[in-house]
């Protein structure tokens, strides 16, 4: 009886197992061609060169997520001037940005964005002139948003540190380091040896007496600094 019931039990899953294939799947329809549309990017934009092979500078579609739908590289132009057209076909497409992405589309950083209007089935998006480059980024994102405000912003900087968009380049790199002895602050090719990435990063004893660890959080933002610095720290 036990046994019966066993075989029972094995066939009646096995029915349902083919019942699954039944071919009464739905199809799913995508509505995706409705809003279909030709994005014309216009501008001036500089930088773009100077990213390191991570990333790239790109005209992109985003919906909600950080992760691109879709994306075209900005060409590289001896006068900065640039001419692209990106089709976008997705119903889930928000906003079209002139970014920079990573390996896995991820934005990293967003220059100039426009959220995209229905219905329309070509759009100007004239960027006017856009300084793309990898060390305004860092500027943006991080000198200015974390550190100007004791390196410089509107007092006497910390350690002779002025990190303000208008000095921090000269002011790190290859300068040495009037707190670690024999350190240099930005050694280009080399960030594991320059003093910046020693003092935001933990494990490292840099005797100063503030302590920076933690106070750049994000560890995308950390990686740029060590790839802007590793890719020769350029302007
Ligand atoms: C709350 C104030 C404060 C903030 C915010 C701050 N710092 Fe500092 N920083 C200091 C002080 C104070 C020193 C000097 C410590 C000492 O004298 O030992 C210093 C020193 C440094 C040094 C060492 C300079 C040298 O010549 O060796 C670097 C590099 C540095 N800061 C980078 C940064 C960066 C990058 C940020 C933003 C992510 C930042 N700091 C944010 C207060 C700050």
């Not at 090719?189 to 020693?198: A, I, N, P, Q, Y």
Request: aromatic content about 8%; hydrophobic content about 35%.
């Amino acid at each position: 009886m036990k046994k019966n019931s066993l075989i029972f039990a094995f066939g009646f899953a096995l029915m349902a197992l083919f019942a699954c294939d039944d071919g009464d799947i739905q199809e799913r329809v995508y509505a995706d061609n409705n809003n279909g549309c030709i994005i014309k990017l216009t501008g001036k934009i500089s930088g773009v060169k100077g990213w390191s092979g991570n990333y790239s500078v790109v005209l992109a579609g985003f919906g909600d997520s950080d992760y691109s739908i879709v994306q075209k590289n900005i060409p590289v132009s001896d006068n900065g001037d640039v001419e692209l057209t990106l089709s976008v076909t997705s119903n889930d497409i928000k906003t079209i940005e002139l970014c920079v992405t990573n390996v896995l589309r991820e934005r990293i950083y967003t220059f100039k964005k426009m959220d995209i209007s229905e219905g329309k089935d070509s759009i100007f998006f004239d960027a006017g002139e856009v300084d793309a480059g990898m060390y305004r980024c860092l500027q943006d994102e991080i000198f200015t948003t974390t550190c100007v405000q004791c390196h410089g912003g509107s007092n006497t900087p910390a350690a002779g540190l002025y990190l303000t968009a208008d000095r921090s380049y000269a002011a790190l790199v290859g300068q040495p380091s009037m707190r670690v002895e024999g350190g240099t602050l930005v050694i280009p090719g080399d960030s594991k040896s320059s003093v910046l990435h020693k003092v935001i990063n933990s494990g490292y004893e840099t005797g100063l007496r503030f302590n920076h660890e933690n106070m750049v959080a994000s560890a995308q933002k950390l990686k740029l600094i060590d790839e802007w610095i590793d890719n020769g720290a350029g302007n």
